[in-house]
């Protein structure tokens, strides 16, 4: 008797699309990070938001060409393996699962940190445990279920950064927006950390599969998510520095709670931190769905264990991709150091963009006639420019890292070629 084999459900559109990639980029990044970012670029951190964004951007409309030709949930692995080969598909999509892990692991201590602030408590483990342990349990209950709760909680934590934008519309002015706090070079490793708070928008293309018509609505959405969010970030980081100044901003344990209290009271500290609350999970939630589509990607393409290409039949999610990933995410949480954690992640997330900016420039000289619904624009003979401008923006990022970031990167670099030999399995 032959076993029925199940498999992923198409049914999300543009605006599931859209909103994904919004809530993603959105969630912890502004609420935990922004006033470590302040402490480095002073009241010109709104100037490493920019520069994250155009970092952002320039991969961004790489990712966008390569979903509207391999609209496959192994997303990297797959793009890397049609350019490259096994071995550095093998190490990118590694790399991307490390990341959508310690991801987790950031923002689940962010949010342990808003609700110890909320409700006096130091179980910050154990806070941080029981969220990914709820959002694990969401993410297998089915991905429909779980994309209206992104959206639920999207449109909250939209609402409480428009609200800290419109609270600072009063104060502008009130600051000088170029002074920074460790010089003008302050900028720029600012930016290496706040492009956390960018770190999301490529994890659309992990819907590929759920998606109808992916390759037309991937790309849109992937655009579309990286403008929306840009112009908030940019307008939260100018109200935030023009109600409190970076020194304060720096010194606080909940960012934007403080920023809405100096203008509102007690009470509105209370409303932000649980919006803060709302948005971190969110997160937590998305990161969940993309990091275990990609683990259930490669298996499927017999690269990881077998087991964890399984579909459940009654949910139609990979529900062993699932369970693996919230337990890792669990052990990285234990680390408890929010700035650390986020900076690994963009290590790997850096390493990542610049094979993926190599790749759509390898694709378009060794297949140029490969159907692209999307191609990058600002072309020399073919060669997107702006490919060129993603990788090395994100070697520059990737250097204004502390070096001890640097060295556990190159440290999870080789593990993973060593879990290539040991995952490797014949087809």
Same mark, same amino acid.
């Given at each position: *008797?032959? *076993?029925?084999? %199940?498999?992923?459900?198409?049914?999300?559109?543009?605006?599931?699309?859209?909103?994904?990639?919004?809530?993603?980029?959105?969630?912890?990044?502004?609420?935990?990070?922004?006033?470590? $970012?302040?402490?480095?670029?002073?009241?010109?951190?709104?100037?490493? %938001?920019?520069?994250?964004?155009?970092?952002?951007?320039?991969?961004?409309?790489?990712?966008?060409?390569?979903?509207?030709?391999?609209?496959?949930?192994?997303?990297?692995?797959?793009?890397?393996?049609?350019?490259?080969?096994?071995?550095?598909?093998?190490?990118?999509?590694?790399?991307?699962?490390?990341?959508?892990?310690?991801?987790? #692991?950031?923002?689940?201590?962010?949010?342990?940190?808003?609700?110890?602030?909320?409700?006096?408590?130091?179980?910050?483990?154990l806070i941080?445990?029981?969220?990914?342990?709820?959002?694990?349990?969401? @993410?297998?209950?089915?991905?429909?279920?779980? #994309?209206?709760? @992104?959206?639920?909680?999207?449109?909250?934590?939209?609402?409480?950064?428009?609200?800290?934008? +419109?609270?600072?519309f009063k104060?502008?002015?009130?600051?000088?927006?170029?002074?920074? #706090?460790?010089?003008?070079?302050?900028?720029?490793?600012?930016? $290496?950390?706040?492009?956390? +708070? %960018?770190?999301?928008?490529?994890?659309?293309?992990?819907?590929?599969?759920?998606?109808?018509?992916?390759?037309?609505?991937?790309?849109?959405a992937l655009?579309?998510?990286?403008?929306?969010?840009?112009?908030?970030?940019?307008?939260?980081?100018?109200?935030?520095?023009?109600? *409190?100044?970076?020194?304060?901003?720096?010194?606080?344990?909940?960012?934007?709670?403080? !920023?809405?209290?100096?203008?509102?009271?007690?009470?509105?500290?209370?409303?932000? &931190?649980?919006?803060?609350?709302?948005?971190?999970?969110?997160?937590?939630?998305?990161?969940?769905?993309?990091?275990?589509?990609?683990?259930?990607? *490669?298996?499927?393409?017999?690269?990881?264990?077998?087991?964890?290409?399984? !579909?459940?039949?009654?949910?139609?999610?990979?529900?062993?991709?699932?369970?693996?990933?919230?337990?890792? &995410?669990?052990?990285?949480?234990?680390?408890?150091?929010?700035?650390?954690? #986020?900076?690994?992640?963009?290590?790997?997330?850096?390493?990542?963009?610049?094979?993926?900016?190599?790749?759509?420039?390898?694709?378009?000289?060794?297949?140029?006639?490969?159907?692209?619904?999307?191609?990058?624009?600002?072309?020399?003979?073919?060669?997107?420019?702006?490919?060129?401008?993603?990788?090395?923006?994100?070697?520059?990022?990737?250097? @204004?890292?502390?070096?001890?970031?640097?060295? !556990?990167?190159?440290?999870?670099?080789?593990?993973?070629?060593?879990?290539?030999?040991?995952?490797?399995?014949?087809?």
């Open positions: *008797m032959v *076993m029925k084999k %199940f498999t992923l459900k198409r049914e999300l559109g543009l605006f599931h699309a859209t909103v994904y990639g919004v809530g993603i980029i959105l969630g912890a990044g502004i609420y935990v990070l922004i006033g470590e $970012a302040a402490g480095i670029a002073g009241n010109s951190v709104w100037i490493s %938001f920019l520069l994250a964004a155009l970092i952002a951007a320039f991969t961004g409309l790489s990712y966008a060409e390569l979903s509207s030709v391999f609209p496959k949930d192994a997303g990297e692995y797959y793009y890397a393996l049609k350019a490259f080969g096994k071995k550095t598909a093998f190490i990118i999509g590694y790399l991307v699962i490390i990341s959508g892990i310690i991801s987790v #692991a950031a923002v689940a201590i962010g949010f342990s940190g808003y609700f110890s602030s909320l409700f006096n408590t130091n179980h910050l483990f941080s445990l029981a969220v990914i342990l709820i959002f694990s349990l969401i @993410n297998f209950i089915g991905i429909k279920e779980a #994309a209206w709760l @992104n959206i639920i909680l999207t449109i909250i934590e939209v609402g409480g950064l428009l609200g800290i934008i +419109a609270l600072g104060f502008i002015g009130k600051v000088n927006y170029f002074e920074p #706090a460790l010089g003008g070079a302050g900028v720029f490793p600012a930016a $290496a950390l706040i492009f956390f +708070a %960018f770190i999301g928008f490529e994890s659309i293309i992990k819907l590929s599969e759920e998606t109808k018509n992916p390759t037309k609505v991937i790309p849109k655009i579309l998510s990286i403008i929306i969010t840009t112009i908030i970030y940019i307008l939260v980081a100018i109200s935030a520095i023009s109600i *409190m100044g970076w020194e304060k901003l720096a010194a606080s344990n909940a960012p934007l709670a403080d !920023v809405a209290a100096v203008v509102l009271g007690s009470k509105a500290f209370i409303v932000l &931190a649980i919006i803060a609350l709302f948005s971190t999970a969110n997160t937590i939630l998305i990161i969940l769905i993309a990091t275990s589509r990609l683990v259930y990607g *490669m298996s499927k393409a017999k690269c990881l264990p077998g087991f964890l290409s399984k !579909v459940h039949p009654t949910t139609r999610t990979p529900h062993f991709a699932v369970i693996g990933v919230m337990i890792i &995410a669990i052990l990285f949480s234990i680390l408890g150091d929010v700035k650390i954690v #986020a900076s690994i992640t963009n290590f790997a997330v850096f390493v990542t963009f610049i094979i993926i900016n190599a790749t759509v420039i390898t694709l378009r000289v060794s297949k140029p006639n490969l159907k692209r619904k999307f191609k990058v624009p600002l072309n020399i003979k073919n060669i997107p420019v702006l490919a060129i401008f993603g990788i090395l923006t994100c070697g520059f990022m990737l250097f @204004n890292l502390e070096w001890k970031v640097i060295l !556990v990167g190159l440290g999870l670099i080789i593990l993973g070629f060593i879990l290539e030999k040991a995952f490797r399995r014949k087809k």
